[in-house]
């Protein structure tokens, strides 16, 4: 049997801990080597609860976890202004990439990275993981085979009631977009993954963002219209000043598609078509994201988000102001 590639995760908050290290545990294909923190105590006590492999699997410092040569890949699971550098460094050290969302944080980083990409050979995805929702999986084939007909419009809203100002999504130095960054580039990549084939490229995009609650410098709440090249129209909400139920909504000529509080990350929700309900049974989706660059490392194919997507959803995401 292939070894399993090792990989070290770089930072220990919610995501790393809830969801990306568990589907590394539950993959067969890859498991937890090391660990990057700015504790030395933090790093260590993640690595021993989620059995990271190295001998030494405890790092402060990313220059000596690249150093190893017995890992394989990185998992970019810092604060969005991070991501750049981060992944930039690790493909530079020759290693493979999975890069939480949104990939960088300007359009110029997303270019250095996907050249360096391509000139070091590696694989760089980006956690989308809502593309391996198992219901969203049944609707992108549905929209593929056609049994919508021509997609003629496509309507996304995620929003989660933020408590206050302080984490640093709401902070120029760690992130670029507050709504946008947590959970609009999440409908931005759901509505490109299932239009850009058959509609073509976005070709316009306008928005309105307001900051009237906490009146910081990121957006609270975003609401963009977008247009494709076949003429579909697609629009999305994201807003950190309200709760909301999460709904996407997918409209051809031949039928469509409603689903309710699936944009999450749990792989959970419902889902109905103009025919009725349209079942599927939950999965762990971060599984299905982390087995995919593993597949995409292994087959040397393109992963299902590459870096060249990463930056589109960035180029889209800079032109809202
Ligand atoms: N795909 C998804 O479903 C999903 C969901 C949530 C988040 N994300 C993405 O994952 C990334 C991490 O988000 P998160 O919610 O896990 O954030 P988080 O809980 O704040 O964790 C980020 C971690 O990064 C490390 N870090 C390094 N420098 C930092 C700094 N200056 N300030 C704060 N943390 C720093 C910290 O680990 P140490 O303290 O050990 O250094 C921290 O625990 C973001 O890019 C976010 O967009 C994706």
Redesign the pocket.
Known sequence: MTQPLNAAM??????????LAPAIAKSRGIRLWS?????PA??AD?ARRHGARAPEPAHVHLDQLLADPELDAVV?????R??AAQALAAVEAGKHVL????MVTSTEDGRALVDARDRHRVTVAV????RWHAGHRRVERLVRDGALGHLRHLRAQWTWPASDTS???AQP??GRWWSL??VG??CLDTIRWLAVPSCGEVVSVESVTSRSVWGGPHDETAVVVMAFESGATAEFCSSVQFGSPSRLEVYGSGGYVVADRTLT?DGEGSIRTHEGELPFKPTDP?LG?VEDFVGAIRDGRPPAVDAAEGLRNVEILESIS
């Open positions: 770089l930072g220990t908050g919610r995501i790393a801990e809830l969801r660990v990057l923190s700015r504790d933090r790093a993640f970019v699971a810092t604060p969005d991070l991501h890069v939480e969302k949104p956690g989308y993981h809502l984490n640093w999504r130095a760690m960054a947590g580039t999440h990350i971060y994201e």
